[in-house]
């Protein structure tokens, strides 16, 4: 297993267009969780994936962004109608629930970092 | 929202030095965890604490759990470029039906030669 795959790594795109990022975690994962992380900033919390059920969409953005993973396998997460604001890192993680303790350890990607002109 | 404060949040220092970083909230975590992040990459684990008091040591990494589990600091010994990065604490917040990561915004660490 190569880890957690994100592409595209750069996306380039003018304001008002749509963008689709996908994610494909760890294969044996069942929990996907993507972040953004702007410049200076730690990563911020926007959804989370139990297989393929979204169990929390609360933290997005706005009703621009959704997400997907229907199989339970990869994901994706589309902005629609794309803003400057919307530039930014995004990235996907996973991780297989709770280990020893409750802590649950991440593995992220590397990001698909967008610029939004 | 179980908010986490670093500090410093910019740290430039020369190799050998050590240095202290810290990480703190009113909320208490079940555990919290270190993560450093290189640039133009997602954050890597360095370690998990989980019990009050804890400390972990990681190489010339020391970490410590506060005993209240409400902050916890990574000390780091004779430092070198290559320690140079992006490091962030997390705990957990409340997610429908699981659990997901809250970060802080940091501290960026830079050690020059």
């Known amino acids: 297993d190569t880890g957690v795959s994100q592409n595209p790594r750069h996306k380039i795109t003018k304001r008002g267009q749509n963008v689709t990022f996908r994610c494909d975690p760890i294969?044996?994962?069942?929990?996907l969780y993507w972040y953004r992380q702007t410049l200076g900033q730690g990563p911020e919390f926007l959804t989370y994936?139990?297989?393929?059920?979204?169990?929390?969409k609360s933290r997005l953005l706005s009703d621009r962004f959704s997400a997907e993973r229907p199989k339970g396998s990869f994901s994706t997460l589309e902005i629609q109608r794309t803003e400057q604001g919307d530039s930014a890192m995004y990235l996907c993680?996973?991780?297989?629930?709770?280990?020893?303790?409750?802590?649950?350890?991440?593995?992220f990607g590397a990001g698909s970092r967008l610029t939004v002109l | 929202t179980q908010l986490l404060e670093q500090s410093p949040q910019f740290l430039s220092i020369q190799e050998g030095e050590n240095l202290t970083v810290y990480c703190n909230s009113s909320s208490v975590f079940s555990s919290l965890q270190w993560y450093r992040q290189e640039p133009g990459e997602g954050p890597v684990l360095l370690v998990t604490v989980v019990t009050g008091g804890e400390v972990k040591k990681l190489k010339r990494l020391t970490f410590q759990f506060g005993d209240a589990r409400k902050d916890s600091s990574l000390h780091i010994t004779a430092a070198q470029p290559g320690d140079t990065g992006l490091y962030l604490c997390a705990g957990g917040i409340p997610a429908n039906s699981g659990y997901a990561l809250n970060f802080g915004k940091g501290t960026s660490l830079l050690v020059t030669p």
């Open positions: 994936f139990q297989n393929e059920a979204q169990l929390e």
């Open positions: 294969s044996e994962h069942n929990r």
């Open positions: 993680a996973s991780s297989f629930g709770p280990s020893t303790g409750g802590a649950n350890v991440l593995t």
